[in-house]
């Protein structure tokens, strides 16, 4: 049987996950959830239905589970509590500070409802999040490292979009390389977050927007770039779709720590992402993960969950006995 699958949103992370959803045969795409006019929404799939946002509800016993790929700026805080009333789902709310509390949110509604949520699943937080956990746990004397980039962050990007004044943006993420060489030497040394990236970003301003007031704005948001060195350059729409229409990203995480009765033993972890498309790459974090929660609500489970909660047999499509056989 096919794990029947909703998306709310068809963006970039959107499309993603129908592209996703289609690489793997246990999963059925069968409904595309927008706020738009659904007649004006054209999607890939020929058999999957596009429905209005306000009709969700009317779709609870439909949908195994709601794949949510809204921004974690605003939409997700929002929707992902509300629909885990109704739904089994999964988001990627990315804001890492803020994690705690929507962790808070979406358990009580997930719980009241008796269904299955996992947040905050992607490749950070998500995968490099399981590899920081993995790198502590090994070597405990030790210090993290990650670095971000050079990409296109989809959470920062969308943040900017939402600043008033600005048409559309692209904000890149960029490690300090001088840095990165110095964690890979073993100097381990003390970074400030600011010391760790840069943030470049390029805007495009609605008419008669205030290009002054618009980079105050960006350069002292919180949890986003108020950290940073941040660079703003303003460019126009037709810049924009020439040199920033791509959407590649990635970065490393590394743990550098000691072992021996002198501590006389270094040993460097290092995970490495390189992606050509963050929204699609994501996506497909978000497709494993929902496998991942229709087994958990099969047998029983409830609450919200992250990537910390779940064993990885429940990611893949394949049963113990062949992972066993092929993998471990």
Partial sequence: MSIRIGILGYGNLGRGVECAAAQNPDMELKAVFTRRKPEDLKIWSKTAKVVSASELENWRDKLDVLILCGGSATDLPEQTPECARYFNVVDSFDTHARIPEHFAAVDAAAKES???????????????????????????????????????????????????????????????????????????????????????????????????????????????????????????????????????????????????????????????LKLDSNPEFTSSVLVAYARAAYRMAQEGMSGCKTAFDIAPAYLSPKSGEELRASML
């Avoid at 989809?154 to 939402?162: K, L, N, P």
């Avoid at 040199?243 to 290092?270: C, M, N, Q, W, Y």
Wanted: net charge negative.
């Fill in 114 to 272: 008796g269904k299955v949520a996992v947040i905050s699943v992607g490749w950070d937080p998500g995968l490099f999040s399981l590899n920081r956990l993995y790198a502590n746990a090994i070597l405990p004397e030790g210090k993290d490292y990650t670095f971000w980039g050079r990409g296109v962050s989809q959470g920062h990007s969308d943040a900017v979009r939402r600043v008033p004044g600005v048409k559309d943006a692209r904000q890149y993420t960029i490690p300090v390389e001088s840095a990165l060489d110095a964690v890979r030497a073993g100097k381990n040394p003390e970074l400030s977050t600011r010391e760790k990236h840069t943030r470049e970003c390029f805007v495009v301003l609605e008419e008669g927007a205030d290009a002054a007031k618009v980079e105050q704005e960006i350069k002292t948001m919180p949890n986003y770039f108020s950290d940073y060195d941040t660079t703003v350059h303003f460019i126009t729409e037709e810049e924009m779709k020439r040199d920033h229409s791509a959407l590649p990203h990635g970065g490393f995480v590394l743990r550098s720590g000691v072992t021996g009765r002198e501590k006389e033993h270094h040993h460097l972890i290092e995970y490495t």
